[in-house]
C-alpha cells in the first residue's frame, strides 16, 4: 500500500511538470514563436500531450488506484489520501475511456481544421471550414459515446468543461436568462439615452496603455516575481507552475480600454492560478479548478463586478487622467463610466458589452446542441446562425467572418466550452452579491483599489479548494446556492435601467 | 532490416523534438522566465533531459544500431543510412558509457552549485564555492574515467564538446600562441599609441542600440520568419527547431557596443544554427554542429573578422551617425574603428579585446588540466589564477570576483569547454584568410554591408555538412589544413602593429 501511495503522488507530480512543459510550450507559441516555427511547434505540442496522456491512461497508474480504492485498504488512507484517490479514480476512470487512437485522430483533425478556420474566417468563405467541422462534428459524437453520461450526448461535451453540468440544469438557467436579457435590452433600446448614445473614440498610445495595465495588475496584488503580462493576439492565461503565470493582452485593437479589461480579465485568472492548495496537495490533481466556468467567475468578477464598477473608477478616473495626459479632456467621470458600459448589440461576441454578452454565449449553447444531436446541417449553420442573431439581438452580420466563422474553439473541436463564459459571469454576480452581503464596507474599499480584502475572501472561499468540491458545491458553499441567473438579471436591471434611466 | 532503420530514425526525430523543448525550457529560464519559477523550471529541465537520455541509451535503440551495423546489413544500406548509423552508434556508444545514476548525481551537485557559485561571485569570497568546485572536479575525473580515451584525462573532457580534439594538439597550438600573443602585447604596450590612449565613453540608449541590432540583424541576412532576438543577462543562441533560432543581447551593460557586437556574435550563431543540413539529413544526429569549437568559429568570423574590420565601419560609421544621432559627435571613424578594437590588459574574460582574449582562455585551459590532474589544490584555485594573469597579461585581478569566480562555466561542470573558445578564434581567422584569398572582392562587400556571398561561402563550405565530418575535417577541407594558429597570428600583428604604429 505505501509503494501505491508513493506511484500515485509520484506520477501525479510528473504529470504537473509535464503539464507546466506543455503551457510553456503553448504559451511561447501564441507571444514569441517566430512564424515558421510552427510546424515543429506542433510535433512539440503533440509529443508532450502524449506523454503526459500516457501516463495518466497508463495501466500501472490504474492498478495503484484501484488497490488504493479496495475499501479494505481505502480506510486506512488518511483523510488527504482519500480525497486524492478519490478525484485521482475519477479522473483516470475517465480518461481511459478515450482510445488512443482516437485522441490521436482527434488531434489530427483539429490540426489541419484550424489553419482551414483561419483561412475560412479571412476570406469570410464558410465552404472552407465547412468540411473540417463536418469531421469535428462527428468526431465529437464519438467522443461522447465514449464518456457515455446519461441524457443528451452534450452532457458528455459538457463535463470536460464544467464538471457535473447538465443540459438540462444550463437550459433551464439560460431561457430565463435569455428572456430576461432580451427584454432588458428592448427595454433600454427604447430609452431615450440609447437613442442618443454615441461613439467616443478614446486614445491611448501603447504605452500609456502599457502603464494602465501595470497600474492595475499591481493593484490586484498581483506578484511579478511570479508572474508576467505579455502580448499575444488573443488574451489568455496559462500556469507553467505555482509560481509562475503568464497572462497576456494586446495593446493593438481599435479600442484602448481593450488592453486594460482583458488585463484585468486575465490578471482574474492569474490569482486564481496563483491561488490553487499547495501544502499537502501540491502536484496533485486536487490543486486545479474544478472546472472552467468557476475559472471564468474569477476573471468576469474582476472585469465586470470590479473594474465596469462605478466605484472603481473613483479611483482610476484620475488614474488614466494622470496617465494619459489629455486623453479624457472633455470626458468627464460620469461620462467615462457610461462609455465603459455603453450598450450596443453587435456582432462579436468578445467585443460584445456586459449585457448582451451572455446572448452570443445562449445562440452558441443552442446551436451546438443542434449539431451534436443532427438538428442541423452543419452546411445551413451560417443561416441558423443569422436567424438566432436576428432573434436574440435584432441585428444580422453581413458576412461569416463577423458571424458563424468568429471564433476559433470549433476548430480545435471545443463544443461544449462555450457555455462555460455565461455560467461564470452569472457565478461572478453571485459572488459579488455574497461579498457585497458580508462585507458593506467593499464599495469604499473599492473606491481607493484597495483590494487585498476582497482577494482574501476569493483566497478563501474560492482558491484555496482547488478541486476538492465540485464548481457547484464551492458556490453552494460559499453563495448559499449553486447557479442561479436571477441575481445576475437583479444586477444587470439595477446597473442598467439605472444606466439608461429606465 | 527495415524495421531497424525505421526506428532509428523515428527515434532520432522523437530525440530531436524533445532537444527542442529543452532547448524551449532554458531559453525563456533565461530570458522571461519570472524569479520565482526557478524551482519548478529546475524540474521540469531535468524531466525532459532524463527522457532524451533514456532514448539516446535505451537497449532497443541500441540494438536496432548493432543490427544496422553488422557488416551483412551495413553493406546493404544507401549511403545516407550508412553516415546516419555511424554518426549515431557513436554517438549512442559514448552515451552509454556514463551510468544514468552518474547522471543524475553529477546533475543534483551542479543544480547546487550554481547558486552557490553566483553568491561566492556576488560576495567575491571562493570560499563559498570552493567544497562544491571540489566535488565537481571529482565528477569530471568519474565521468573521464567512463569516456577513458587515450592520454591525459582531459582529453575525455575535450572529447565531449570538441569531437577528436587533444591535449597534444592543444597544448602545440596555444604554447605557440601564448609566446606570440604576450610579444605582440608587450610590443603594443610600448608604444606611444597605447600610452597616450584613452577611454571615450559612448552613450547610445536602449532605442538607438535596439535598432543598431535590428539593422544588423538584417544585414546579416537573418530572417525574422525563422528567428528572434530577445534580451538576457549574458548573451547566448539556441535552437528550438530548424525555423526558430533564439539568440539574446543584453542592452545595458556599461559599454554601448556591447550589445552591438554580442548581437552580431549571437548572429553568427544563429545563422550558423539556420544552416544545418536539413532534406534527408533532416531530424538526424549528421544535421547539428560537430563541435563547439567550429560553432564559434562562426559567431568570432562575425564578430572579428566581419564586424572589427575597418571596411565594415565604412557601411556602419554612417548608419550609426543616423541612427545614433549627436553620439559620434568628435569621434571619426579612424577614432571610432581605434576604439572598437583598442588593446587594454583587462580582468574579464567576456569584456577582454581581441588581442588578449585568448590569453584568458589559455590560463582556463592551463588550470583545468592541472585541476584534473591534480595538480593544484583547488583552495589555492585563486592564488594560482593571479599569479597566472600576472603572467599572461601582466596585471593582477583585486579579488576573486575579477579573478576566479568570474565565470559560470565550473558551476555547471563544464571542464573542458572554454579551449574551443580560442580554437574557435583561431578557426575564424582562417576562414576569414581563405575567404579574402577566394573573393579578394569581398572586402569591397563588407565595405556596403553586403554579406550574401560571405553568407553563401559560410554555408557552402561550413554549414551544409552538419556533423558528416568532424570539425578538423570541414576546416581541412575548406583551409587545406586543420586548427593553425599561425594565421590568426598573422592576422593580428598585421592589424594591431598597424593600429599602434609598432
New interface residues.
Partial sequence: MKDSIDFIYKQQK?IS??G??AA??GW?QMT??????A???S??SS??SR?AHDKVVSDKLWNHIKNLSKKENFDKLRDRDKEVVIRLEKDVEKARKIPSEFVERFSKTTTIAYPAWQEAREKSDFRIFLPHLEKIVDLEKEYSSYIDLPGPRYNSLLDGYEEGMTVDIIKKEFDFLKTQLVEILSKIKDSEIFKNQKEINLKFNIEQQKRLCNIITEKMLL??????L?VSTHPFTTS??????RFTTNFERENPLFSFFSTVHEAGHALYELGMPKGEFVNTVISDSPSLGLHESQSRFWENMIARNRSFWSYFYPVFEKTCPGCLKNIDIEMLYRLINQVKPSFIRVEADELTYSLHVILRFELENMMIEDEVKISELPDVWNEKMKELLDIIPNNDKEGVLQDMHWSGGSLGYFPTYAIGTIYSAQIFNKIICEKPDVLHEIENADFKNILSWLRENIHKHGRRFSADEIIKKCCGEGLNSKIFVEYLKDKYYNLYDV
Same sequence: chains 1, 2.
Fill in positions: 510528473e511538470v509535464i507546466g512543459i510553456l510550450i511561447d514569441y514563436m517566430p512564424p515558421k516555427g510546424l515543429e511547434r510535433e512539440q509529443f508532450i506523454i506578484s511579478k516575481e511570479s508572474s508576467r505579455d507553467i507552475g505555482y509560481d509562475d503565470v
